[in-house]
Each structure stands twice: as structure tokens, then as C-alpha cells.
């Protein structure tokens, strides 16, 4: 059974750091693209960053030089480092799969999200 | 970057009802870079469609999508009670990656 289960979430006051991970198995993660996307309180779904299979990144202009996002496919893992954190990035942070290796597409395996809270 | 505007914000229907529900992008997002989520509470969102009509593995086939350019639409031909959730669509055609704000199909 094809998993992702994200971990690291949590309280973190404003300009501090952050380091989520998203475990994967029943697939061969180093075949495939992941991508993070997050949802305020409330609100809808935002795309965050990307990587492809060769190690590509980008990421949305708002987390651009503050967000890294990199992948360890001897570990099966996703990560997404987060520094500066600010208010507005309080959200449920998802890691999802890509069907190909390139990050820019739709996402057909989801995981149940893992929530960062930015408050003082 | 490509705005994708969801209409209407909220459905109101009763179970058995057909829904429709429409998705334009800001610019012309070709034939297929399109895709639908359905996202229920407390869950992670679930691929429906992709390439604008193409199901998803395990999707029924009440759900059908269709559409082209900045024009498409996400029909449920009879609503089952599991099927009251919030659906969004999403462009691929061109990064960064962007979605709708979603629509909710609630109980009528």
C-alpha cells in the first residue's frame, strides 16, 4: 500500500525554524516527484515547493529563501526546512506524490498532513 | 501566475441531484493540465481527475470532468451522501502550480 506520512509539525514562535519530514513507502520514491502544499486554518490549498527526480527544486514566491526543500531517496524521505517562519505560514502542511518526475503536475497519493502553528 | 476562479463558492443540493461545478483560469491552460480534488473534513484531499477528464484510480463514474482553454466543469450525475465535501481544481500547465478556492457541496 502506497503511504506518506508527514511528521515535525508543531509550535514554533515567529522567525524560528523548522524541519518537516514525510516518510513514504509502497512505492520506489527515488521514481517519483513530491511536492508540498499547505492549508491555513480555514482556507484552501497552496502549493509550496517541489523536487523532481534529479533534484530540481522552486517553491512559491512567499517561502522563496526562507523554505528548502530536499530529498534523501536512500531514506525513502521528503523534507521541507523552514526558516523566518512568520504568522501566515501557520497551516497544515501536506506531502504529496507526483506521477512523473517533474514536480509540475497533479498529485494522485496525499498524506494526512502534519500542522505548524507560528505564534509567540 | 494563472488564477483559477471556482464557481459558485457553495452547492446546496439534496442526495441523488446532479452538481456541476465550474473552474476558469486567467489564462488559456490548454487541453488537459487540469485536475480535481475532493478534500472532506479533517482529510487530506483526494485526486478525482486529471488531464481534465481522465478518473483517477477507484473514482466512480458519477464523476466526470470536461472543459478546455479557461473553461471547465467537474459534474457529480447523482449525489451520493459521501460525496458532500469541498472540491478544488488545480492548472499544471504552467508554474507555480495554483488552485481554486474550492467549492462546497453541502446537504440541501
Known amino acids: 500500500e502506497v503511504q506518506l506520512l508527514e511528521s515535525g509539525g508543531g509550535l514554533v514562535q515567529p522567525r524560528g525554524s523548522l524541519r518537516l519530514s514525510c516518510s513514504v513507502s509502497?512505492?520506489?520514491?527515488?521514481?517519483?516527484?513530491m511536492n508540498w502544499v499547505r492549508q491555513a486554518p480555514g482556507k484552501g490549498l497552496e502549493w509550496v515547493s517541489g523536487?523532481?527526480?534529479?533534484?530540481?527544486?522552486s517553491s512559491v514566491d512567499s517561502v522563496r529563501g526562507r523554505f528548502t526543500t530536499s530529498r534523501d531517496n536512500s531514506k525513502s524521505t521528503l523534507y521541507l526546512k523552514m526558516d523566518s517562519l512568520r504568522a501566515d505560514d501557520t497551516a497544515i502542511y501536506y506531502c504529496?506524490?507526483?506521477?512523473?518526475?517533474?514536480?509540475?503536475?497533479?498529485?494522485?497519493?496525499w498524506g494526512k498532513g502534519t500542522t505548524v502553528t507560528v505564534s509567540s | 501566475d494563472i488564477v483559477l476562479t471556482q464557481s459558485p463558492g457553495t452547492l446546496s443540493l439534496s442526495p441523488g441531484e446532479r452538481a456541476t461545478l465550474s473552474c476558469r483560469a486567467s489564462?488559456?491552460?490548454?487541453?488537459?493540465?487540469l485536475a480535481w480534488y475532493q478534500q472532506k473534513p479533517g482529510q487530506a484531499p483526494r485526486l478525482l481527475i486529471y488531464?481534465?477528464?481522465t478518473r483517477a484510480t477507484g473514482i466512480p463514474d458519477t464523476f466526470s470532468g470536461s472543459g478546455s482553454g479557461t473553461d471547465f466543469t467537474l459534474t457529480i450525475s447523482r449525489l451520493e451522501p459521501e460525496d458532500f465535501a469541498v472540491y478544488y481544481c488545480?492548472?499544471?500547465?504552467?508554474?507555480?502550480?495554483?488552485f481554486g478556492g474550492g467549492t462546497k457541496v453541502e446537504i440541501k
Open positions: 523536487i523532481s527526480t534529479d533534484g530540481t527544486t
Open positions: 509502497g512505492f520506489t520514491f527515488s521514481n517519483y516527484a
Open positions: 488545480q492548472q499544471y500547465i504552467d508554474p507555480p502550480l495554483t
Open positions: 489564462q488559456n491552460i490548454g487541453h488537459s493540465a
Open positions: 504529496a506524490r507526483v506521477p512523473t518526475g517533474g514536480r509540475y503536475y497533479y498529485m494522485d497519493v
Open positions: 488531464g481534465a477528464f
